[in-house]
């Protein structure tokens, strides 16, 4: 059930009727009309925008449409009251007796509640995380890989088919740093004192393990070789190695891809991949041979005028054309990306969703530019940025990591504070907003750790089951079977304040879809996590308030039914979230 569709339908069916008086012209514009909570929840329960929407096209006084608008409304059954305010937005009241259909809406969907098929089945191809495979992963790479893996999840949960995708950047200058860097780790392996490791290679200790397996491998042969011999052989089981920490650190995380793609692949025969695109892009008069303008301020020092192969990439709102050729004849990274984006287009994904760190924003309109003249205008294209993340330690920022030397792993956050609090707090702020992460408050025991908040929020409603055996004797609470109950005694404000939040779950998980922001589902939670825990307090103060009436065995029925609606809606959302729901915490 999801309560604002309901009104959304029932404002339909109102402006049907005014249209077939005459009030309203047939072909008013009804797209923004919306329903939506109040900005003051104290003005009510519902509120509705229909009058300021369809005023002007009526020729009406909102205030004067609002009145005609709310008098309707007001005869709806369930509807206690439905008043104009300011300039013409109706606010809306509802029966108390209505909100317990919430709590049965809630209980018969069970893990079905919120989801929808907004997405239809349409295949959506999201690519996250894709850091280079020269290490372990760090901290910085956390976020984007929650927030995809969040992402995904609640895509999922909403109807779309959804392909999770890793790219490999395995063709660029980096991973020859990182063979020349696991080179030296081999000749340590094999007894050399390398002394310090140079300037420009890679110093992390994640390579000695990897030293000493080429050692293993191939004894003292690769010291025989000429770099051009060795390089490609050291770089393959490089990428390997890099690959497989990679998938561990990520597992750390309950986080798999379906596909991981390699760059390397695109370079193949000469490149022949890309070739392909850009000459499909040259035959539909995409590209062309000129100059590029000087970027603005100090010119880099790999800057040079002259004539090049360029995309159009202002035909497709860019800022500027961009090359796709090198000096030297070689593709630049944005020509890969291009055909990176066609590979995925050509296997079924008009839709795609790239998620990149803080340091990729310049790169969207461009890719956005890209699959556009590629697919002719078919493709879809969001690009969603995750900003850095600072470690913080009772409030002092932390530089170093205890395995790396240089940065924080990700694994070492994770050792530290567990999956569920990494997961969780990076989905309190917004993707897109800088996020601060303090080893101290979110492995702290108290409201200020939203994790902590929302898992003993699902805790407590099993804990609550648990005393209802123990004050029963005989009772089974995992038979209890909640359809039995009246759910007419659920009167209280604060039992009616947690079935209003119950009945924004759908629209909040649809919101949140919509906007590809899975940090809504995280605020969502907390909100009904306080108003569970709220109302459990007010019990401790008001006997009459406890869940548990021994003397009154049909009002401890329905609020156990309250109960159980809450612990499944805390469950879906953490579970969306990626984060376990606990029966118990200590």
């Known amino acids: 059930m999801d309560l604002f569709d309901i009104f959304e339908e029932h404002v339909d069916q109102i402006i049907d009727g005014l249209v077939a008086e005459g009030v309203v012209p047939e072909d008013a514009n009804r797209r923004g009309v919306i329903v939506e909570l109040p900005r003051d929840t104290g003005h009510g329960d519902l509120s509705t925008n229909a009058a300021m929407v369809l005023a002007k096209p009526s020729k009406m006084n909102p205030r004067a449409l609002a009145e005609q608008i709310a008098?309707?409304?007001?005869?709806?059954?369930?509807?206690?009251?439905?008043e104009v305010a300011g300039p013409g937005f109706i606010n809306l009241r509802l029966e108390t007796s209505f909100w317990p259909r919430i709590v049965k809406a809630v209980l018969e969907a069970g893990d079905d509640y919120g989801k929808s098929n907004i997405g239809g089945g349409a295949k959506l191809n999201i690519e996250y995380v894709s850091a280079n495979p020269t290490g372990p992963m760090h901290v910085g790479h956390t976020r984007g890989a929650v927030f995809g893996d969040a992402l995904a999840r609640l895509l999922e949960f909403t109807g779309y088919d959804v392909c999770r995708e890793y790219y490999i950047n395995d063709a660029g200058a980096q991973v020859d740093v990182l063979a020349r860097s696991a080179f030296l780790r081999y000749r340590e392996a094999l007894g050399e004192d390398i002394g310090e490791i140079p300037e420009g290679l890679y110093p992390g200790d994640y390579l000695v393990p990897l030293g000493v397996s080429l050692s293993e491998t191939h004894g003292e042969a690769l010291l025989s070789m000429d770099e051009a011999e060795w390089l490609p052989i050291v770089k393959d089981a490089a990428i390997d190695a890099m690959m497989a920490l990679i998938r561990e650190d990520l597992a750390k995380l309950n986080i798999h891809h379906d596909v991981f793609f390699s760059e390397k692949t695109l370079h193949e025969n000469n490149g022949a991949a890309i070739g392909?695109?850009?000459?499909?892009?040259?035959?539909a008069g995409h590209i062309y041979r000129g100059r590029l303008d000087p970027p603005k301020g100090t010119l880099p020092e790999d800057w040079e005028d002259r004539e090049q192969t360029l995309f159009r990439a202002t035909d497709f709102g860019d800022d500027v054309d961009r090359a796709l050729e090198k000096s030297d004849g070689s593709y630049t990274y944005f020509a890969a990306d291009i055909a990176y984006h066609k590979d995925k287009f050509d296997r079924g994904f008009a839709h795609q969703i790239d998620v990149l760190g803080a340091d990729h924003g310049g790169y969207i309109k461009r890719l956005k530019a890209a699959l556009k003249a590629i697919s002719?205008?078919?493709?879809?294209?969001?690009?969603?940025?995750?900003?850095l993340v600072k470690l913080l330690?009772?409030?002092a920022e932390v530089k170093m990591s205890k395995r790396a030397g240089t940065f924080v792993t990700l694994r070492d956050v994770v050792e530290e504070v567990g999956v569920d609090p990494v997961r969780f707090m990076m989905l309190m702020r917004k993707n897109d907003a800088t996020l601060d992460f303090d080893f101290a408050r979110v492995t702290e025991q108290s409201k200020d750790n939203p994790v902590f908040y929302v898992q003993y929020g699902h805790a407590r409603t099993c804990s609550l089951f648990r005393q209802l055996e123990e004050s029963i004797p005989g009772m089974d609470s995992a038979n209890l079977d909640h359809a039995t109950a009246p759910l007419t005694r659920l009167t209280d404000e604060g039992e009616i304040a947690i079935m209003r939040k119950l009945a924004q779950y759908p629209r909040v998980i649809a919101g949140a879809a919509a906007a590809q922001e899975p940090h809504r589902i995280a605020f969502y939670l907390y909100e009904l996590a306080s108003d569970l825990h709220s109302h459990w307090a007010r019990g401790k103060v008001a006997p009459h308030l406890r869940i548990i009436q021994?003397?009154?065995?049909?009002?401890?029925?329905?609020r156990f039914a309250l109960i159980a609606a809450v612990g499944n809606t805390l469950k879906s959302g953490l579970t969306i979230l990626g984060v376990s729901a606990p029966r118990e915490m200590r």
Do not use: M, N, P, Y
Request: hydrophobic letters at 35%.
């Open 550 to 558: 021994e003397d009154d065995w049909e009002l401890t029925q329905d």
């Open 393 to 395: 330690r009772d409030g």
């Open 276 to 283: 392909a695109v850009i000459e499909s892009l040259r035959s």
């Open 376 to 387: 002719d205008g078919k493709g879809e294209l969001d690009v969603r940025i995750c900003q």
């Open 71 to 82: 008098g309707k409304l007001g005869e709806i059954d369930i509807v206690a009251s439905a």
